[in-house]
């Protein structure tokens, strides 16, 4: 596609449930990464796919994370037993192998009550 | 481990002066070093990078930031503000010997008035 896309845009949850946000990279870009943003803040990494490599999880906050990729397709970011401290937007992010700079999406924002 | 430090959360600035937007960095390797800004409720967009050469770089709207290894500092700038300008900036780092993280600041807030 021409950019990044992300869905759900919006999603409120209870808190306990379990949510799952998609991200569909652009073509060819083989580096995905997620960020999430609180609001009033910065971003923090959670975490990187390359390709078919093992992922970089050194940012996901707790075992209640977790992310899936399969090759360069669509990546999954799953929340389980969400708290209202999870409430944030979550950004993915891509990039070319090669290439150094990376492009964002718009963005899913999560509110748990 | 790399960091990146705005130390300014907001920057105010009268619509045609010049503005800067402060950034400083920690990286081990040779750092790749990247603006971004984010409007109200979308994502961020990629404004310049700096990866080797000029150290001083131009990007999208009239912006452009000058790389300082000495001072390990990345400020960004423009010449004349306008109020469209207003928006959040995030300055971020990766390590160019082969890190893949890349890391943001905490971002600044740039309000141009009239």
């Known amino acids: 596609g021409a950019g990044v896309s992300q869905s759900p845009s919006n999603k409120v949850t209870e808190k306990g449930k379990d949510v799952e946000l998609r991200c569909d990279p652009i073509?060819?870009?083989?580096?995905l990464y997620w960020y999430r943003q609180r609001l009033g803040q910065g971003l923090e990494f959670l975490i990187y796919f390359q390709g078919n490599s093992a992922p970089d999880k050194s940012g996901l906050p707790s075992d209640r994370f977790s992310a899936e990729r399969t090759g360069e397709s669509v990546s999954t970011l799953t929340i389980q037993r969400t708290q209202q401290e999870d409430s944030a937007v979550y950004l993915c992010?891509?990039?070319?192998?090669?290439?150094?700079?990376?492009?964002f999406g718009e963005g899913s924002w999560l509110t748990v009550v | 481990a790399q960091s990146v430090a705005q130390p300014e959360d907001q920057v105010n600035v009268a619509e045609g002066n010049p503005l800067t937007v402060k950034c400083t960095y920690s990286?081990?390797?040779?750092?790749?070093l990247f603006w971004y800004v984010q409007y109200p409720n979308r994502g961020l967009q990629f404004l310049l990078k700096?990866?080797?050469?000029?150290?001083l770089v131009k990007g999208s709207y009239g912006f452009e930031a000058e790389f300082n290894k000495s001072q390990t500092s990345f400020h960004l700038k423009k010449p004349s503000a306008l109020v469209s300008d207003s928006a959040l900036y995030f300055c971020?780092?990766?390590?160019?010997?082969?890190?893949?993280?890349?890391?943001f600041g905490t971002g600044t807030q740039l309000k141009v008035e009239l």
């Open positions: 990286v081990s390797g040779n750092p790749y």
């Open positions: 971020a780092v990766r390590d160019g010997g082969g890190g893949n993280k890349l890391t």
């Open positions: 700096y990866i080797t050469g000029d150290n």
């Open positions: 073509s060819g870009h083989t580096a």
């Open positions: 992010a891509t990039r070319q192998t090669s290439g150094n700079t990376i492009y």
